[in-house]
Nanobody, 131 residues
Framework: QVQLVESGGGYVQTGGSLRLTCTASGRTSGRTLMTEAMGWFRQGPGKERELVAAISVRGALTSYSDSVRGRFTISRDNAENSLYLQMNSCVPEDTAVYYC????????????????????WGLGTQVTVSS
């Protein structure tokens, strides 16, 4: 059982920055929290949930959606059981509920872009970008 809690969401102006944090607690079956690849997803109003960014277990590999590449940065601090999403140059299209997720079946040196790979999800945090 792993629990994920997102924080850091809120209101930000167009062009502004926001930093989301996902904190994990508990343990997986047969794995520790530090052995799970993770990702950020978002779902805007009237839109499908989509991948924002993904990161490997140790953080050496990252993947970004085309819409956020160059603006957002995913990172992690395994000692703190935390995942981060630095959001820069925000635009109204970034308005969405942002979710962090963990893959309990992660393999070392891999990243996962398909949401069905993830089996643990946070409840989400709202990000609203306004002009």
């Amino acid at each position: 059982q792993v629990q994920l809690v997102e924080s850091g969401g809120g209101y930000v102006q167009t062009g502004g920055s926001l930093r989301l944090t996902c904190t994990a607690s508990g343990r997986t079956s047969g794995r520790t929290l530090m052995t799970e690849a993770m990702g950020w997803f978002r779902q805007g109003p009237g839109k499908e949930r989509e991948l924002v960014a993904a990161i490997s277990v140790r953080g050496a590999l990252t993947s970004y959606s085309d819409s956020v590449r160059g603006r957002f940065t995913i990172s992690r601090d395994n000692a703190e059981n935390s995942l981060y999403l630095q959001m820069n140059s925000c635009v109204p299209e970034d308005t969405a509920v942002y979710y962090c997720a963990a893959n309990s079946r992660s393999e070392s040196g891999a990243i996962y872009s398909w949401e069905n790979f993830y089996d643990t999800w946070g409840l989400g945090t709202q990000v609203t970008v306004s002009s």
